[in-house]
């Protein structure tokens, strides 16, 4: 097991360059699968979630190879459409491999996919959808038998909420059916607009992406292309809210204010100065922040769930009480437990956490709960008096590119055990 050490207490300051963005790559990768032929892709995160997809890409007999932060992909032979258990188990992204498998060879058989655990994460909509756009899913034994006669057709998909995932499966698999898919209420996020842009210049034509309709009209042929991944958001809110929590100031390098308004939001209510500029995104906290009293989850534009846990662990110290309501997962406070290990006063009803400000917080050895929680860790112990030690840190490695020297760079003393 590896953990992270965080001797605490540090102001934050410096600038950092942002990675590529974990939920852009992931999808991307299964995109080159779909396109086929050779892609080259820059700005790629050393992420252990875009190791285990490119293991799962070398299972299906694409060739791939990760160097200085690029992946070269060649696409171009597949000698299977089948993924075992064991891979699919290793994230949750290893699902959006369904609709780019289908889309490329009209067949796939896979299982559910792993991921942090945040409640039950079911994979209706993705399954619902693309049987309407005439495939055939049997499931047995925990795997999923996929098949269509033929291409896939078209079709006109309402979505009952906007999953990310669906919204993803359905556009790959919709790049090669045939005619045209409407999806309306589609996910919003950037990483959709990202996804569709890299399709787009492998020959794909999609409209709408990163708006609430995207229609995607099938082609008869992809090829591989050369695209930057796009700058990681989550990543961006992660670094700035370790910086407030020490009343710090940073200058994250690629990030986009458009991108982050509801967290900027967030932090602004609670007396940190934010400006865009030329560069990226530059955040000054005030030595104690004010509490904000209520922060909701809910699909992009609105608040992530994925700043949830980085937010609250920067506001542990605010003055007041802040209210944070987790809309989107049912089970995401499991960080709350590990952040009153360190002094926080934390109570939790349900999806309601009501975060009582405190004075400070000292260092304890906690464990990583999952990929957000853990990192909100980190950003606490950057505040705390004294060492953490955040042990589990691999689930951290999934969405952070070497979190520990991003920390050092703005002057913590972190280091990896
Ligand atoms: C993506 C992100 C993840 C983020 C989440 C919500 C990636 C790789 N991951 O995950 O970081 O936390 O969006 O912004 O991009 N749901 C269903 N049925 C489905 C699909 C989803 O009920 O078929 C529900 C889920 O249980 C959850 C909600 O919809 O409550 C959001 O899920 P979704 O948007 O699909 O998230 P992911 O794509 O898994």
């Given at each position: ?253 690629g990030a986009s204010a458009a991108e982050l308004e509801a967290v900027i939001s967030v932090m602004q209510q609670a007396g940190c100065k ?144």
């Amino acid at each position: 097991m590896q953990a992270i050490r965080i001797e605490g207490g540090r102001r934050l300051s410096g600038e950092l360059e942002i990675q590529g963005a974990k939920n852009s790559i992931l999808p991307i990768l299964s995109a080159a699968v779909l396109c086929g032929g050779e892609t080259v892709l820059h700005r790629c995160p050393a992420l252990s979630d875009v190791y285990a997809a490119l293991r799962i890409m070398s299972a299906l007999g694409c060739k791939c190879r990760l160097k200085d932060g690029d992946i070269h992909i060649n696409a171009e032979d597949l000698c299977g459409c089948c993924i075992s258990d064991m891979l699919m188990r290793l994230m949750r992204s290893s699902i959006v491999f369904l609709g780019a498998l289908l889309g490329r060879t009209g067949e796939c058989e896979l299982s559910f996919p792993g991921g942090c655990e945040l409640g039950p994460r079911p994979i209706d909509l993705h399954l619902s959808a693309l049987r309407a756009m005439g495939t055939s899913i049997t499931e047995s034994h925990g795997r999923l038998v996929c098949k269509c006669k033929g291409r896939l057709h078209g079709e006109r998909i309402a979505l009952s909420f906007p999953s990310v995932g669906a919204t993803e499966n359905i556009m790959l698999a919709a790049c090669r059916a045939e005619g045209e898919t409407v999806i309306s209420n589609a996910a919003r996020e950037p990483e959709i607009a990202d996804l569709a842009a890299f399709l787009n210049k492998c020959g794909a034509k999609i409209i709408g992406a990163g708006s609430p309709t995207v229609t995607v009209r099938g082609v008869n042929e992809l090829h591989g292309c050369e695209y930057t991944v796009m700058p990681d958001r989550i990543a961006a809110a992660t670094y700035m809210c370790a910086a407030a929590a020490t009343g710090g100031e940073v200058l994250v390098r690629g990030a986009s204010a458009a991108e982050l308004e509801a967290v900027i939001s967030v932090m602004q209510q609670a007396g940190c100065k934010t400006a865009e500029t030329s560069d990226g995104l530059f955040l000054a906290a005030p030595e104690r922040m004010r509490a904000v009293r209520n922060i909701r989850t809910s699909p992009y534009p609105g608040f992530p769930t994925d700043a949830q846990a980085i937010v609250m662990a920067a506001l542990t110290r605010a003055q007041g009480t802040s209210v944070f309501v987790e809309d989107i997962f049912e089970n995401r406070f499991r960080h709350v437990d590990e952040l009153m290990r360190m002094g926080a006063d934390i109570r939790t009803e349900g999806r309601v956490a009501v975060v009582r400000g405190v004075k400070s917080l000292s260092g304890a050895a906690v464990v990583a709960p999952d990929l957000r929680g853990g990192a909100a860790l980190c950003a606490a112990a950057c505040a705390a008096e004294g060492e953490t030690l955040i042990s589990n840190a691999e689930l951290i490695d999934r969405g952070y590119d070497s979190i520990e020297t991003a920390l050092s760079a703005l002057g913590a003393k972190a280091s990896r055990l």
